[in-house]
RNA sequence: GGGGGCGUAGCUCAAUUGGUUAGAGUGCCACCCUGUCACGGUGGAUGUUGCGGGUUCGAGUCCCGUCGCUCCCGCCA
């Protein structure tokens, strides 16, 4: 027999009666009747009753023992009688009468129970991640996430995709987020970067004419975390493809998220293909947002034309200086009491709006503490617009449109998630379409580039020969599910004479080009196909997948919002010798050098 | 860099709103218990109330500072 184990401790059943077996795991639960024992063994598969009786020979040693010692245990599986059935666990039809044992690794007390689902703070957790991880729910998480990934991979194989490792190593690149660098030791002062994404080598497989590339690629940058970002790294579905156009992309992703959403989420409402696609501008005017979440039925509209000329002066005023009013429309919801309305209002102020007015329609009449100031026709007519019937409410928010747009979407999801108005039991796919390629820069007034530089312009060179720069759209595209951007996409620009020309748009030679992006452009003018790609965060979907608020939580090591590592304990200092060889000297930033010198004090003194 | 929340036993949380010796569950330790499966029972130990200062006759509670964790803004082509 094995030295370990003949089975795992989730597959004996009830045809297994009589086998002598060994089962090796942990201890999860022990629950001792003074003479008979049970044990809960546990491992990766499952759990196992193990019976001790009174005259084992090794039932004295069972003082040493905690919960979470991992034990080998030999004995007779038994069938347990109809009384003494588990049906929760599904090895409940039997137990194993231990005949002997050994253990393989003793276990202290640990620092938070691993068999029961108590909370513990989120840094022990960190600490203790080994522990973390053998709870059900993380595993399981872990778990969902390796199918994830082999799925994708499985999927992306027969649809003709080719998976490739690029470069970690790689140069620090001038835009987009901050970068992890290294040093060089053999070139004093030069640097590697860590990348960010491998969005140049991507395309430069396309040019070397792989023609469909994906990687489940570690990307890199050094910003700062929230709750559906972790610092340090992360994983994108990397892909790419020669010789697309935008509907290619959108096909292929929408292919395989149909099927991997279907798959692990066979409970939920997964959208059919194709998915729904907004253009950036009317996400902006309906939603607030260019990732909106579709399961919040409201929908924001603007009605500025009905109060240019209205008595109510505040809005009049602001449209006549050129702002915009919004309306958010939350139909049968007349009888909420006062304390909702006064509510709303605080949040819409909370979220930066001079105040928010509403309207309630109910028994035929407006009431309204704006009403009164309003024309008859200015009445009807946002009862006309609105579609509005009795019970139903209008909520209005006035001010520049930048600003009362990014307020109203904020607004339209605190409704959605008071009133509960969003179906937990979807999954709401949408494509936001058509990014503006460029974009004034609020403190400069100059024209920059908006999103990736990299991305083709609608209408190509003619575009940015002819049009204003601020009107050109770019084949640049998010997918977003329930209101999580899970990537962005583009159809790259590979004619170098429109890369030159749309950075000389956003104030960059010829030469800047060619010195910070030699290697692509070089690239280009040696035969590149047209191509585009797209790059999901698969610790994003796996996040929705598992139903998860938290990123940490389907990733298996993750940093703590700080970006440390506090079981591995990084970052930590480096030994001088190391420092030297990378001919590196540390500068600490004054608060931190003073607080140093005050702690080296104390020791001294002490 | 900025704003909000939290910080009391190993862990989860109480503490009558400033008033006696800071409690409970769980975990831990000891003893009892031969069919449990979150086993049960009896008893016990466990606290710089994150840290520092202040107000007060009196501070877990109020004030100031600081540290830690977290959520958000900035940032994330």
Not at 109 to 120: L, S
Request: one cysteine or more; charged letters at 25%; glycine letters at 8%.
């Amino acid at each position: 027999m094995h030295i370990y184990r003949s089975h795992n401790c989730g597959e004996l059943r009830k045809e297994n009666a009589g086998l002598i077996v060994k089962l090796s795991g942990w201890i999860h639960s022990v629950r001792d009747h003074g003479g008979v024992i049970f044990i809960d063994l546990r491992d990766h598969y499952g759990l196992t009753q193990i019976v001790i009786d009174p005259k084992c020979d090794f039932y004295q040693e069972l003082e040493k023992w905690r919960v979470e010692t991992v034990v080998c245990f030999s004995g007779k599986v038994l069938g347990r009688t109809p009384e003494t059935t588990n049906s929760k666990i599904p090895t409940g039809a039997i137990e194993v009468a231990a005949e002997s044992m050994e253990i393989l690794g003793e276990a202290d007390i640990i620092p938070f129970q691993v068999a029961k689902e108590e909370q513990a703070p989120e840094a022990m957790r960190l600490k203790y991640r080994f522990l973390d991880l053998r709870r059900d729910r993380l595993h399981k998480n872990i778990i969902l996430r390796s199918q994830v990934i082999s799925e994708i991979r499985r999927k992306l194989m027969d649809m003709g995709f080719n998976e490739f490792q690029t470069p970690i190593l790689t140069s620090s690149s001038p835009e987009g987020a901050r970068d992890y660098l290294v040093p060089s030791r053999l070139h004093p002062g030069q640097f590697y970067a860590l990348p960010q994404a491998p969005q140049q080598f991507k395309q430069l497989l396309m040019v070397a004419g792989f023609d469909r590339y994906f990687q489940i690629a570690p990307c890199f940058r050094d910003e700062d975390a929230r709750a559906d970002r972790s610092p340090g790294e992360f994983y994108q579905l990397d892909l790419e493809m020669s010789f697309v156009t935008q509907d290619d992309i959108f096909a292929v992703i929408e292919e395989l998220f149909s099927y991997i959403f279907s798959k692990f989420a066979a409970d939920k409402n997964v959208d059919s293909t194709p998915f729904v696609r907004i253009p950036y501008k009317e996400a902006m005017l309906k939603y607030g947002s260019d990732k909106p979440d579709l399961r919040n039925p409201l929908v924001i509209a603007d009605v500025s034309s009905v109060f240019k000329e209205s008595g109510f002066n505040a809005f009049a005023s602001v449209v006549q200086k050129g702002g915009v009013v919004r309306a958010i429309k939350v139909p049968g919801i007349a009888g909420q009491p006062r304390k909702f309305y006064d509510d709303m209002i605080a949040f819409a102020q909370g979220c930066g709006a001079k105040g928010m007015a509403y309207i309630i329609w109910t028994g035929g009449e407006e009431k309204s503490p704006i009403a009164k100031f309003m024309k008859r026709e200015e009445l009807d007519s946002l009862k006309e617009l609105g579609k509005i019937s009795d019970g139903d409410v209008m909520f209005f928010l006035a001010d520049k449109e930048k600003a009362v747009t990014e307020i109203a979407g904020q607004v339209r999801t605190e409704l959605g998630n008071r009133l509960g108005l969003l179906d937990k039991n979807a999954f709401r796919f949408c494509w936001i379409t058509d990014f503006p390629m460029f974009e004034l820069d609020e403190e400069t007034n100059k024209v920059i580039f908006s999103h990736n530089p990299f991305s083709m312009p609608q209408g190509g060179m003619d575009a940015l020969l002819s049009k204003d720069p601020l009107e050109i759209y770019a084949y640049q595209y998010d997918i977003v599910c329930n209101g999580v951007e899970l990537s962005s996409g583009a159809i790259r620009n590979h004619r170098p004479e429109v890369m030159y020309k749309a950075f000389e748009i956003a104030g960059y030679g010829q030469d800047t080009v060619d010195e910070k992006f030699g290697g692509m452009i070089r690239a280009f003018k040696l035969g590149a196909p047209p191509h585009g790609g797209i790059a999901p965060g698969v610790d994003r979907m796996v996040m929705l997948l598992a139903e998860e608020p938290n990123i940490r939580e389907v990733i298996a090591f993750p940093f703590n919002q700080q970006a440390q590592d506090l079981m591995m304990n990084a970052p930590c200092e480096v030994t001088e010798k190391q420092l030297r060889e990378l001919h590196i000297r540390i500068v600490q930033p004054k608060d931190k050098k003073d607080k140093a010198q005050e702690v080296k004090a104390e020791e001294v003194k002490a």
